[in-house]
């Protein structure tokens, strides 16, 4: 039995490997070699924030920081804090010689079908006029300087109707020194990138830390509406543009959440509180993707294991090729995280974690705890 699931086990790693988009290759990154635009175009950045007080000193400081020779004005949305969000970013801009360009609105009563993190964008939207593009980020996220003007420039030198960046999140020590990376790795193994970049490809995904949207195609697709009830809305809006237009999706740099994981708790609920919808809460999905990530993750370790008990021989070979092929296809995500190459044998470790925390999402959906993001249900990340 060990040796048909360890060959099973090789097959499905050689396809990933070779024939599964070069996810692993990470080769999709904003190099900043875009020519300037004839015109800078008008830019709206809108940031949903739901008790950030800690943290939008830095990225408000970052967003007035943008070397932008357009418009910019930055939006940020205070959705129901109750820790000071809104003063601590007003008094940031009054301190920035670019403070003008904030502006700080708060949320409405929430509508009927939307969560939170939906109706904090669509108030920001409301608010921010007719802009060229809508910038979508976060208020854990520290963009670098120049972070605006590489978008735009890629995106109007390309044609592009959406542009996102996935954030370097925060390098964690511990569990998450092995988990982060390997959120990131299992991200672009579930949408590889050059997949989500190819037109004629129909996956399609997007980063929700850093998403530069075209205005008129986000309008086509029906706007914020049209996503009010997604709790994973990134890969939603990014399903939703490429319907009618160009996508691009890459590996960020320098643009970080500065979100820290402290303790294992905090990535598991990250994944936990979204995985099972990922499956469309279906039993049938759930029981599919735990079996296959058994075959991948579990079954090489254990294939060696036995062998080492005295079991089989060909198993053993068998799990062991699967085992290295992972290994290394997991060392160019870990050297975007500055990790020792060698961590990159640990990723079935990682992989059991993260079938523990799938098994949890869906466990939380029966008991009807649902997602929830910072004490409230039926919300998504702000």
């Known amino acids: 039995m060990f040796e048909l699931a360890a060959s099973l086990s090789l097959a499905a790693w050689l396809y990933l490997v070779f024939a599964h988009g070069r996810f692993w290759l990470g080769d999709q990154r904003l190099d900043g070699h875009a020519p300037a635009p004839a015109r800078w175009p008008d830019v709206v950045a809108v940031v949903p924030a739901r ?36 003063e601590t970013a007003r008094d940031t801009a009054r301190s920035h010689p670019n403070g003008a360009r904030l502006e700080v609105v708060r949320t409405a009563e929430r509508p009927s079908g939307w969560v939170g993190k939906m109706w904090a964008v669509e108030s920001g939207v409301r608010a921010g006029g007719s802009p060229d593009w809508w910038w979508l980020t976060d208020a854990d996220v520290e963009h670098a300087p120049d972070s605006l003007a590489r978008l735009v420039a890629k995106g109007e030198a390309e044609k592009l109707d959406l542009v996102s960046l996935m954030v370097k999140l925060d390098r964690a ?6 988990l982060v990376p390997a ?16 037109p004629a490809s129909s996956v399609a995904a997007a980063a929700g830390g850093c998403m530069l949207v075209r205005a008129d195609a986000l309008a086509r697709a029906g706007g914020i509406e049209s996503l009010r009830g997604e709790v994973i809305d990134d890969c939603a809006l990014g399903r939703a543009i490429k319907r009618g237009g160009k996508i691009w999706l890459g590996l960020a740099d320098r643009e970080e959440s500065i979100r820290p994981y402290a303790d294992l708790d ?3 609920n990250m ?12 039993p049938a999905l759930l029981a599919g993707t735990l079996a296959g990530l058994a075959v991948l993750y579990l079954v090489p370790p254990l294939s060696v294991l036995v062998w080492f008990l005295g079991g089989d021989s060909s198993a053993a070979v ?14 160019p995500t870990l050297t975007l995280y500055d990790r020792s190459p060698s961590l990159a044998l640990a990723l079935p ?3 059991v974690v993260y079938a523990a925390m799938t098994f949890d999402s869906a466990r939380r959906h029966w008991r009807s705890e649902g997602a929830t993001w910072k004490g409230r249900a039926g919300a998504g990340g702000g």
Request: glycine fraction near 6%; charge should be negative; charged fraction near 20%.
């Open 318 to 331: 068998f799990g062991a090729a699967a085992w290295m092929l992972q290994a290394a296809s997991f060392v």
């Open 183 to 198: 959120f990131v790795y299992f991200f672009q193994q579930l949408y590889p990138f050059p997949r989500v970049n190819d």
């Open 266 to 268: 905090d990535v598991w």
């Open 173 to 178: 020590s511990g569990w998450n020194a092995l």
């Open 349 to 351: 470790a990682a992989g």
């Open 271 to 282: 994944v936990a509180r979204s995985a099972y919808t990922q499956l469309r809460h279906s």
């Open 51 to 86: 008790d950030e007080a800690d943290l939008v000193p830095r990225t408000v400081r970052a967003l007035l920081d943008q070397e932008y020779a357009g418009r910019l004005r930055v939006v940020l949305v205070d959705d129901e804090s109750t820790d000071g969000t809104s």
